[in-house]
């Protein structure tokens, strides 16, 4: 069972990732048209099904598949884990920050510009590196 759920937990962070690391960029782009633009209106469709459809799922998949992975390996007694543990916490709330964001969009009322999409496109990176060296290595 370990194997499967394991193979379940990567292909939903690889999901999540995939979402976390591309909204951002449709943000960058999406501040660069006018509101209520044709293309402006195309960019809150793809926001809101990516979110919806993508990285919700992939999300929660991944909290589930993780959870039941710390409780098989008994994950919660290493040193690592708690570090990974908060690395995801704030992961989570980049995502929900994300989520926040798609409706300023959605509702025409974005403050922020290009600039501020870009850098918030490097924190998943940064957090998902810091995760896996976190998993793969166990420095601690």
Do not use: C
Not at 51 to 67: H, K, T, Y
């Amino acid at each position: 069972m370990y194997e499967w759920v394991k193979a379940l937990h990567a292909i939903s962070i690889i999901a999540w990732m995939a979402g976390l690391l591309y909204l951002p960029r449709l943000y960058v782009y999406h501040t660069q048209v006018a509101v209520g633009s044709e293309q402006s209106e195309l960019f809150k469709v793809m926001e809101r099904r990516l979110l919806r459809a993508i990285m919700n799922p992939a999300m929660i998949a991944s909290w589930i598949f993780g959870l039941w992975l710390t409780v098989l390996i008994e994950a919660w007694t290493q040193p690592w884990f708690h570090a990974k543990l908060l690395a995801v916490v704030v992961m989570t709330g980049a995502h929900m920050a994300m989520a926040k964001w798609r409706k300023d969009f959605e509702a025409d009322r974005n403050a922020r510009g290009h600039k501020f999409y870009r850098i918030a496109n490097e924190v998943p990176t940064v957090l998902m590196v810091a995760v896996v060296i976190l998993v793969i290595v166990k420095p601690f």
